[in-house]
């Protein structure tokens, strides 16, 4: 049943008879000759069925098939430099295997609504497939970057008793008897005993924030990449991101390429990745927005467009660190040098694509911890487990979380987080 080779493996069957499985992209006709381009999810095959080749009924057959029908095709392999994929397939048989009627997503330009709506669909068009083959990739870099680094991978629960990335994102339910649970913001807090039990972890998996901004930058249900090192200061944390992000860059470029060409992505852009990466304070990050002229005002947090003006100033990803500790997460340890600031860093993709990686060195003190744990006002009594942390065998140790829908946006050089992701999850849509 399964198929014998696929559209990938061309180049080992040239002047063979071969037979494909798969559903029809799109159709040519002239005269006495279609044009069949069979899809089969690893690629694109133009297969010639000409008249005087096949019998009458394989021709009509040929003739009959609509966008998306699945069917098989038999055929002799040629090598053909200017069709798509390099080969093409002199047909001797089709068969079909199911119609495809009035499919509904044409060549044609469709509305992004009507699109989104028949996302079940638009999966299988050409952008589609590309980018979601680039997320795969991306999956991949992450995992065998950690794992080629003793990383652990440790998963954290979905359904967690408090926030951990302030409470006004929480997506809330009923927990049985035991009172109000939450889908989890962020894996980092379990990722810290990890990390305390096994040296270096990371978690990965989906996260929920109940973002109330209609932003194409913002999903409610996204992916999220977290390592946590014992023993690592903020510098450690930062030199890590970097290395982390020029690894998966040139994976998608070592083994995407022609996913990058469908998606008409400026490949310039992204050979320029490479470490150093500028890093920037906070302090510096406004002096820089002031000399340009931009009103900001110390203290708040960077907008959208207060980041994409800092990074339109370099090619490459910018490390901000160090910002106000009163717009961070409560369990960011504070810097020594000036207790205002926290031990943290935000990492800024190129060509405006804003915040990819948040991150920082946790704090490690019992008390102080404690202490801003009531300061937030969340219930200590939830966190005691994570203050434990600090109590038996505290160390220093920091982490980040790398957004992957944001990561992959970037890469693909596309507007809009909806895409990067198989089915998304948005403030307005919750279907299919
Ligand atoms: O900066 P954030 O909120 O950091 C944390 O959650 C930390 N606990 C991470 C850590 O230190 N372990 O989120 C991290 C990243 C952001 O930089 C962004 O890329 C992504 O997660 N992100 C979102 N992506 C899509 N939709 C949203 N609503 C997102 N919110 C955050
Ligand atoms: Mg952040």
């Not at 009103?295 to 910018?318: H, M, Q, R, Y």
């Not at 946790?362 to 109590?391: A, M, S, T």
């Not at 990561?407 to 992701?421: N, S």
Request: proline share 5%.
């Amino acid at each position: 049943m399964k198929p014998e080779i696929y559209i990938k493996d061309l180049s080992e069957h040239v002047g063979k008879e071969v037979t494909l499985k798969g559903w029809l992209y799109n159709k040519r006709a002239s005269g006495k000759v279609k044009f069949l381009i069979l899809r089969d999810g690893t690629g694109y095959l133009q297969c010639i069925v000409f008249k005087g080749n096949v019998t009458p009924e394989v021709f009509d057959v040929a003739e009959q098939l609509h966008q998306e029908a699945s069917y098989e095709v038999t055929g002799i392999v040629k090598e053909e430099p200017r069709a798509v994929g390099g080969y093409e397939l002199d047909a001797t048989d089709v068969k079909l295997i199911s119609s495809s009627d009035d499919y509904p997503i044409t060549p044609k330009e469709h509305g992004i609504e009507f699109l989104i709506d028949n996302r079940h669909l638009w999966l299988r068009s050409k952008r589609q497939v590309s980018i979601m083959k680039i997320r795969h990739r991306i999956v991949k870099a992450i995992r065998d970057f950690f794992d080629n680094r003793d990383f652990t991978l440790f998963d954290p629960p979905i359904i967690t008793p408090n926030a951990s990335e302030g409470t006004s994102t929480l997506f809330e339910m009923e927990y049985f008897d035991l009172g109000k649970a939450y889908l989890t913001q962020s894996g980092q807090l379990y990722a810290e005993a990890g990390a305390i039990a096994l040296g270096k972890v990371y978690t990965f998996g989906p996260t929920f924030r109940a973002e109330k901004s209609k932003t194409r930058r913002h999903l409610t249900e996204f992916w999220m990449v977290e390592p946590e090192m014992a023993f690592y200061d903020l510098d450690d944390d930062m030199d890590l991101a970097e290395e982390f992000l020029e690894y998966i860059v040139k994976s998608v470029l070592k083994n995407n390429k022609a996913d990058l060409e469908i998606l008409e992505r400026d490949i310039s852009k992204l050979e320029k990745i490479e470490r150093p990466f500028p890093r920037l304070s906070y302090d510096e990050a406004i002096e820089m927005l002031k000399a340009e002229g931009h009103e900001v005002e110390w203290g708040k947090d960077l907008g959208a467009t207060d980041e994409t003006i800092i990074s339109n100033k370099f090619d490459k990803p910018v490390m901000v660190h160090r910002y106000p500790a009163e717009i961070k997460a409560f369990y960011m340890k504070r810097d020594p040098e000036n207790e205002k600031l926290a031990l943290c860093v935000d990492v800024l993709a190129p060509e405006g694509y804003g915040e990819i990686i948040g991150g920082s060195q946790r704090e490690d003190d019992y008390d102080k911890l404690l202490g801003r744990i009531k300061e937030h006002e969340l219930p200590v009594d939830f966190f005691k487990w994570y203050l434990d942390l600090r109590k038996y065998g505290s160390v220093p140790h920091s982490g980040f979380g790398l957004g992957l829908e944001r990561t992959i946006t970037w890469i693909c050089g596309i507007d809009h987080l909806r895409e990067t992701i198989p089915f998304p999850r948005m403030i307005y849509r919750n279907t299919p």
